[in-house]
């Protein structure tokens, strides 16, 4: 309870000082409005905007928290904002011009529904239209098309609804096989397809870590687990192994291993879950190192909780596991998760990153605030909102 009062205190003297510091003329209703454009993303209603400005001009933070739900009542926050927010986390080239799909259509559903965001890389939960053919397929992404096509109010609970992953048509996964995002379709057509799978890895740390395997180069890890594909002498220099490969290879390739069952088959144009039978791709080029380390199943372990990124805060039970599930709800137990979502709604919210002393304090007590709020990504967008309404 301790650390709850200091995150809350902090949030309040921040929002006191910004209050303070905002241009003349920021009154109240431009402070609402200006919420309520950065959190729908589309203007508020006169009526909506004087409830809004209402409740700031209390100067109660508790009652700017209730204006930012006011503006994310609007359609616009989850068909606009969210989605915007969400399709570049779907995509290689992490575009926003990306069409509607299972992904994101699972990351709306959750922040609408309130579901504990570090639930997003473990839950066996999609959402689909209620009422829109075609239905959901496996093998393309015809419903999601149709529901953006229909202009369907992703926000009405009637019109788009949850359902277990694992229960969808043509599904070969266990609720134990399901994680989330992982598991679904758009993510194995831009993750699984081609490669050796390791591209899930390296955009999962990029979606739910911030940080690209640069950023997780680490050349003390054990390289017991790095494949027989990665040669030990690249151009013939064995130094360029042990000081630049190694160092990303150790780490990704020992936690990789828990997508061995799966792969994208561009025949079907599906993802293929095969439990028992490890992906063809996993045992390629193995005479480039024939005694490097040979897949035989889906386990992975994390070497990242030694050395320096022990720093990331991993605090899930178990340090090693089997399959994306577990994997997954390693990296979303960890504090560097936590910081990494209020980050990215921050960029979004506030059109900027946090680049200030003040600005990463507020990052850190909001990261606080969400997981004491059940991971609660609409705690995330107010706190965010709240915060940037005066800069």
């Given at each position: ?8 205190r902090a949030l309040c003297v921040l929002w006191l000082a910004l209050l303070l510091a905002a241009p003349a003329g920021a009154g109240p209703r431009e402070q609402a409005r200006k919420l309520h454009d950065r959190l729908a993303g589309v203007p508020p209603s006169a009526a909506v905007l004087d409830q809004m400005a209402a409740l700031i001009a209390t100067g109660d933070p508790a009652d ?328």
């Amino acid at each position: 309870m301790r650390v709850v009062e200091l995150a809350s205190r902090a949030l309040c003297v921040l929002w006191l000082a910004l209050l303070l510091a905002a241009p003349a003329g920021a009154g109240p209703r431009e402070q609402a409005r200006k919420l309520h454009d950065r959190l729908a993303g589309v203007p508020p209603s006169a009526a909506v905007l004087d409830q809004m400005a209402a409740l700031i001009a209390t100067g109660d933070p508790a009652d700017t928290l209730a204006a930012a739900n006011i503006a994310m009542q609007n359609p616009q926050f989850l068909m606009t904002s969210v989605k915007n927010m969400v399709t570049p986390w779907t995509n290689v080239e992490r575009t926003v011009h990306a069409d509607l799909n299972d992904y994101t259509a699972l990351v709306i559903g959750m922040v609408r529904d309130d579901v504990p965001f570090n639930q997003v890389l473990t839950a066996d939960l999609m959402y689909v239209g209620a009422n829109v053919q075609p239905a959901y397929s496996p093998t393309d992404n015809d419903h999601y098309l149709q529901l953006a096509a229909q202009r369907v109010d992703l926000s009405n609970p009637a019109l788009f609804t949850p359902v277990l992953q694992s229960t969808l048509p043509g599904s070969q996964l266990t609720g134990g096989d399901t994680a989330g995002v992982i598991t679904t379709r758009a993510a194995g057509e831009a993750f699984f397809s081609a490669g050796t799978n390791r591209r899930m890895w390296r955009f999962t740390t990029l979606n739910y870590l911030c940080r690209d395997m640069e950023l997780l180069h680490d050349i003390t890890r054990p390289v017991d687990r790095i494949r027989q594909d990665v040669s030990r002498s690249p151009g013939g220099d064995s130094r360029l192994y042990h000081n630049a490969c190694s160092g990303c290879h150790s780490g990704m390739d020992a936690v990789a291993g828990a997508f061995a069952y799966f792969e994208w088959d561009a025949t079907q144009m599906r993802v293929v879950h095969t439990p028992g039978s490890v992906a063809q791709k996993y045992l390629i080029n193995a005479s480039n190192f024939p005694f490097g380390y040979v897949t035989t199943d889906n386990r992975w372990d994390n070497y990242w909780r030694q050395g320096s990124h022990a720093n990331l805060d991993w605090r899930g039970p178990n340090s090693g596991g089997y399959g994306p599930k577990t994997l997954g709800e390693e990296v979303a137990e960890s504090a560097a998760f936590s910081v990494c979502q209020v980050e990215k709604v921050f960029n979004h919210v506030c059109f900027r990153p946090p680049n200030s002393g003040q600005d990463g304090d507020t990052v850190d007590a909001i990261a606080q605030v969400f997981e004491d709020n059940n991971y609660s990504m609409k705690r995330v967008f107010a706190e965010v909102g709240a915060y940037c309404m005066g800069n």
